[in-house]
T-cell receptor, first 108, second 114 residues
């Protein structure tokens, strides 16, 4: 699986948009970008995924660059409950390979 | 209703013991997984079953044996527990149809070996 690189930690003010970057420069054409998050002491929670087009759902938006070598997860209006570790994953077939993720802290 | 449920949530046991963690999903999925999260918080896949057949088996000691009595259940049995087995074990499930098949995780089972 292609490797991903994310910042170790980020802070974001409550109510503002949280933009979480991810580099996946070795991604291949049939690999999808998935985002999960893990709130303390809970199981990983699916957020969103995409191949090459930008995607939006009720939780977040996913912006993938045209060359697919990086992407950004956007939480439009961050709340305190969004404090978690966010994992960017390049997925091939049935296996999710988790990296170290970004610890996002929402500041009141 | 909990989609993927695991029992027990917490388990403390002595070295050398044999223990099992049970997992059930009520989502109608045909693929189930076990992941392990160690003390450094790395999440790694251990096993994957599709329709009761093993399809992914990462480098895991033989002491770990998954058992799938039916599509809705995937239990993890661990023999001769060692200190290094202490971790959080997550069960997960999905439909087979990659890639549009979101993997849903349970809440985890905290295993402590003393």
């Amino acid at each position: 699986d292609a490797k991903t690189t994310q910042p170790t930690s980020m802070d974001c003010a409550e109510g503002r948009a949280a933009n979480l970057p991810c580099n996946h420069s070795t991604i291949s054409g049939n690999e999808y970008v998935y985002w999960y998050r893990q709130i303390h002491s809970q199981g990983p929670q699916y957020i969103i995924h995409g191949l090459k087009n930008n995607e939006t759902n009720e939780m977040a938006s996913l912006i993938i660059t045209e060359d697919r070598k990086s992407s950004t997860l956007i939480l439009p209006h961050a709340t305190l409950r969004d404090t978690a570790v966010y994992y960017c994953i390049v997925r091939l077939l049935q296996k999710l390979t988790f990296g170290t993720g970004t610890r996002l802290t929402i500041i009141p | 209703d909990t989609a993927v449920s695991q029992t027990p949530k917490y388990l403390v046991t002595q070295m050398g013991n044999d223990k099992s963690i049970k997992c059930e999903q009520n989502l109608g999925h045909d693929t189930m997984y076990w992941y392990k999260q160690d003390s450094k918080k790395f999440l790694k896949i251990m096993f994957s079953y599709n329709n009761k057949e093993l399809i992914i088996n990462e480098t895991v000691p033989n002491r770990f044996s998954p058992k799938s009595p039916d599509k809705a259940h995937l239990n993890l049995h661990i023999n001769s527990l060692e200190l290094g087995d202490s971790a959080v074990y997550f069960c997960a499930s999905s439909q087979e149809s990659y890639p549009e098949n979101t993997i849903y995780f349970g809440e985890g089972s905290w295993l402590t070996v003393v």
